[in-house]
């Protein structure tokens, strides 16, 4: 029998979750969260073991990732070689894992009547997994090929780079991912057997006791209870203890520098970090969350908006992030231009001036309680998650937190403790900090380079004086706290609307068509208004293509101060280009929709070019063109396939050569053209009556269309553009090959494209179908039995 607690009624969810919920703990001490949902068509459980990288033993880095993928091979009841990707794979689902500093997790999703063999082959992960010599071998090449894909990714360089400079024998500055060298190579030079090492590994540290498991079920939670107790009670439970680790990885001599890198895109980025004690402990008082909302806000008077002000970011975030429950880092992360990274002193001396206003501004309980609002309203009528993300989610987060707490974490603040507050900002001091700045431009000025990824830097002292000079001759701006949100959603009612199963045509005139569906499953306060744009002018030539894309990214940047409050309260728009003209998507919350929406709207009709801030987005848009050759292999693939079949697609080679040459007014003599002509397929759905849904298309058309001088007039039919394809002849095959963008990436890539039909929904099923039952044989034929490379997918 199972020590069981049904305490569900004590674990706190959101007003809107139907779904029932149980903890239990077994004999063996593994604690498990029961998930019922009646509702769902699909099952997911997750697996946290609270052993991760950190735990590898010295010598052996990537142990821990390696027996990750170990796990997946086989087991003793089930022998045959991923038997278990094969089975989710071909009922429906999926499965994978990711190993952390001081856990691993695994999870699989699958249709919910074949849920119980699935939870059967994924329990004996864990009970008598079959570690053979042969895929010992075959998987440390996988690992390798993992290395070798992130090997030339900023982010995976840099963050190994942060973790070398840190304290020697500290877990942090271990290399977890693992490869060649280090699951084989060094091993085998030092007598080691790699198969026993992972055998040893796992026996001493998967321990019933330090796992945590969620099971998201379709049936009744006794069920659901009774099949947990069946599979998993037979975890062996040797009451391991915790890891733990004493003391924070970056002491006095690794503070107060200036660590420059060589990056491998042509970006510059600068990364201010401070240690401190984590938060965690603190999540009801949320100190960091505060601090965040401020340091991070894009609002008039932010920090950001006057770097962006002055043309020397591109973007800006600040986070907590965790080395372990103990000990974390705060760190500011600012996107740069080139004219930013030349005045990278004042900008470093803009923060801290900033954080200084924090001080000096006290805690504000109105910022605190607007935090709190917001996260109280979207915690309530927050959307479902797909069944294996919110497996995912709670299980890596169950041992950080109370029980009560598992499905909230930290997203309810709701104990103001203006001193814990004051306590972390005290830790963003010059003397508690080391600032990473990162170019292309420090190539050749480097000394050191970093073991495992190779990326070059050097590392100056700063004096205590140093960062006080850059405040003071940094430039005098207007820096205070944010306003009061008007965004914020007060009334949450639900629309009394007639129920409509399927889309409704409302209206149809020569400017628009209308489609209304209201909603009438989730009850929550939430719409969506998409409007297609129809412009024949928008991208009929790779210069309309590209200038509407920068006409996009210039909306955005002049809304963007605006639009923060907005997306703080749930509220988003998003514009994407499409083949014949451009998408707006307004939703969320829809109390205060219509004003967003009308907002964009107008910024659109009065749109004009900022000869300054048109210079930073065709920067942007150069650095992003030019750095796509060091996206993987894979991407460039699929690139290349995109130009030969899709008939608006325009190389990227034209775009940087027209880039070269564009000034200002190209664009204020493209927009009026590319709006001259235009129709819109508008949708609304969610909670909006029809009256009100079509009251806003009349006022977009009354904005667009109408007036002594419209920016639009309606498309002539001929005018209307379809997405054309280039039909490939039956019978024949054609081969493209070219050599990597990135003369230093030695990986490769193959895409083989298969022209099916033209787009037919009964068709469309059937290719999904077969992609579901061949895609797992596809990637074992590929990865595992020719050992082709890490990433292989068959996809439609």
């Not at 073991?49 to 997946?72: C, N, Q, R, T, Y």
């Not at 004051?422 to 292309?440: G, M, P, Q, T």
């Not at 030695?746 to 039909?757: C, D, F, K, V």
Request: net charge negative; glycine share 4%; charged share 20%.
């Amino acid at each position: 029998m199972a020590m069981t607690m049904v305490d569900g009624d004590c674990i706190i969810k959101a007003r809107n979750d139907k779904r029932e919920y149980r903890r239990v703990v077994l004999e063996n001490s593994l604690e498990a969260l029961l998930i019922s949902d009646p509702d769902t068509d699909k099952c997911a459980a997750s697996m946290d073991v609270g052993v991760g990288h950190f735990s590898d033993p010295k010598g052996i880095e990537g142990l821990a990732h390696f027996l990750e993928h170990m796990l997946f091979y086989a087991s003793e009841k089930y022998p045959e070689e991923e038997s278990f990707a094969k089975y989710t794979s071909q009922h429906g689902g999926e499965t994978n894992a990711f190993t952390d500093s001081d856990s691993t997790n695994y999870h699989f999703v699958a249709n919910a009547d074949c849920f119980e063999e699935a939870l059967d082959r994924f329990s004996q992960f864990f009970v008598k997994p079959l570690m053979s010599p042969n895929a010992v071998q075959r998987e440390i090449q996988a690992v390798d090929s993992e290395f070798q894909m992130n090997f030339l990714s900023d982010s995976w360089r840099i963050s190994q780079l942060q973790r070398h400079l840190s304290m020697e024998g500290h877990p942090y500055r271990k290399f977890g991912a693992g490869n060649r060298q280090t699951l084989e190579v060094q091993p085998k030079a030092k007598g080691i057997d790699i198969r026993q090492e992972l055998i040893k590994f796992y026996e001493e540290n998967y321990s019933a006791n330090l796992m945590r498991l969620v099971v998201y079920g379709k049936g009744s939670l006794d069920k659901i209870q009774d099949l947990v107790v069946e599979k998993f009670q037979a975890i062996c439970n040797n009451n391991q203890s915790c890891f733990h680790i004493s003391g924070h990885p970056c002491l006095g001599e690794h503070l107060q520098v200036l660590v420059k890198a060589v990056p491998v895109c042509d970006d510059h980025m600068l990364q201010i970090q401070w240690p401190m004690p984590a938060t965690i402990h603190h999540y009801k008082e949320a100190p960091c969350s505060y601090l965040t909302h401020l340091i991070e806000h894009e609002g008039e008077g932010s920090l950001f908006h006057a770097l962006k002000r002055l043309g020397w970011a591109t973007g800006l975030y600040a986070c907590e992030s965790y080395v372990d429950s103990n000990s974390s880092f705060f760190d500011v992360v600012i996107g740069m231009t080139d004219a930013g990274h030349e005045h990278m002193q004042d900008i470093v001396g803009l923060l801290f001036k900033y954080i200084d206003i924090l001080h000096q501004s006290s805690i504000c309980k109105w910022i605190y309680d607007e935090i709190a609002a917001i996260h109280e309203m979207m915690f309530h009528n927050q959307d479902k998650n797909s069944p294996m993300s919110y497996a995912v989610s709670i299980a890596s987060n169950m041992k950080l937190y109370p029980p009560k707490d598992w499905l909230v974490m930290s997203s309810l603040p709701s104990k103001f403790n203006p001193s814990i507050i004051h306590a972390v900002l005290e830790k963003l001091s010059s003397r508690n900090s080391r600032i990473f700045w990162v170019s292309k431009k420090f190539e050749g000025e480097t000394g050191m380079v970093e073991p495992w990824y190779a990326t070059a830097y050097c590392v100056d002292k700063l004096t205590d004086s140093t960062i006080q000079e850059w405040v003071q001759h940094a430039p005098s701006e207007n820096l205070c706290l944010p306003v009061v949100n008007q965004f914020i959603a007060t009334d949450l009612s639900l629309k009394e609307t007639k129920k409509v199963m399927f889309p409704v045509l409302l209206r149809k005139t020569s400017f628009s068509t209308l489609w209304y569906k209201p909603d009438t499953v989730f009850s929550a306060p939430k719409a969506t208004v998409k409007l297609k744009f129809n412009c024949p002018y928008a991208c009929n030539s790779p210069d309309a293509a590209l200038l509407a894309r920068i006409f996009k990214h210039l909306l955005c940047d002049y809304l963007n101060e605006y639009a923060y409050y907005a997306a703080l309260a749930g509220l988003y728009y998003e514009i994407d280009l499409t083949d014949d003209g451009f998408e707006l998507d307004v939703s969320g919350y829809n109390h205060k929709l219509r004003i967003l929406l009308d907002t964009v709207l107008k910024a659109m009709a009065d749109f004009t070019v900022k000869p300054e801030r048109f210079s930073v987005i065709k920067e942007m848009l150069t650095k992003s063109c030019q750095n796509f050759k060091f996206d993987e292999p894979s991407n460039h693939a699929s690139y290349y396939c995109s130009l030969i079949l899709n008939d608006h697609s325009w190389p990227l080679e034209e775009n940087l050569e027209r880039l070269e040459t564009l000034k200002p007014k190209d664009l204020s003599q493209f927009t009026p053209t590319m709006l001259s002509r235009a129709f819109l397929e508008c949708y609304t759905a969610g909670n909006i009556e029809r009256e009100e849904a079509e009251s806003i298309v009349q006022h977009i058309e009354d904005v667009l269309f109408k007036g002594s001088h419209p920016i639009c007039k309606p498309v002539k039919p001929s005018q209307l553009m379809k997405s054309r394809l280039i039909i490939l002849d039956e019978g024949v095959n054609y081969v493209y090959s070219t050599g990597g963008l990135n003369p230093n990436d030695e990986n490769s890539a193959l895409l083989h494209y298969i022209q099916i039909h033209q787009d037919d929904i009964a068709l469309n099923v059937k290719l999904q179908l077969f992609t579901f039952i061949a895609s797992h044989e596809a990637f074992h034929q590929l990865r595992t039995v020719e050992q082709l490379g890490y990433s292989c997918s068959l996809t439609n």
